[in-house]
């Protein structure tokens, strides 16, 4: 999710694996938006940014790129086995996190959101890059339970 001047406004999501397709959505989506306010606003910088810390939003917690890239991953064995919380704690080793599929702090049955919890001076495909290979590890975790 992206957001402008609020949390959550646009999703550029799709059901499926394609994370590189979606990303180049969100690119063009952003770079349309952009080119939109430097027509009206008649200005070639149109976006309030930071040369160290990057984009500034609304929300401290996505100064930097001001992206959260998340995939919603069924995972039931491995939520059986090892808990939301454990889940957690491998995708913190990986600078992700893990949520409730249905946001923050929602209920977990069987399937969870992970997401890249780093924002602060990383570019957005180092951001992807942790969401994709969590994803997998925690993918691969669940394929190797027995059941």
């Not at 990383?122 to 993918?139: A, H, Q, W």
Request: aromatic share 4%; net charge negative.
């Amino acid at each position: 999710s992206s957001g402008i001047n609020a949390e959550w406004p646009l999703r550029p999501g799709e059901q499926g694996g394609d994370i590189p397709s979606v990303f180049d959505r969100l690119g063009r989506g952003a770079a349309a938006v952009e080119k939109g306010l430097q027509e009206v606003t008649k200005r070639d910088e149109v976006y309030m940014s930071h040369p160290v810390l990057g984009m500034i939003t609304c929300c401290p917690t996505n100064i930097g790129t001001g992206m959260r890239g998340s995939v919603h991953i069924i995972i039931p064995k491995l939520i059986a086995k090892i808990g939301f919380e454990g889940i957690d704690k491998v995708a913190r080793s990986m600078n992700c996190q893990a949520r409730g599929s249905t946001g923050e702090h929602s209920e977990v049955i069987d399937r969870v959101d992970i997401s890249n919890w780093r924002r602060l001076g990383y570019p957005e495909y180092n951001l992807v890059e942790d969401m994709i290979k969590c994803v997998n590890v925690i993918s691969q975790m669940e394929d190797e339970i027995d059941g």
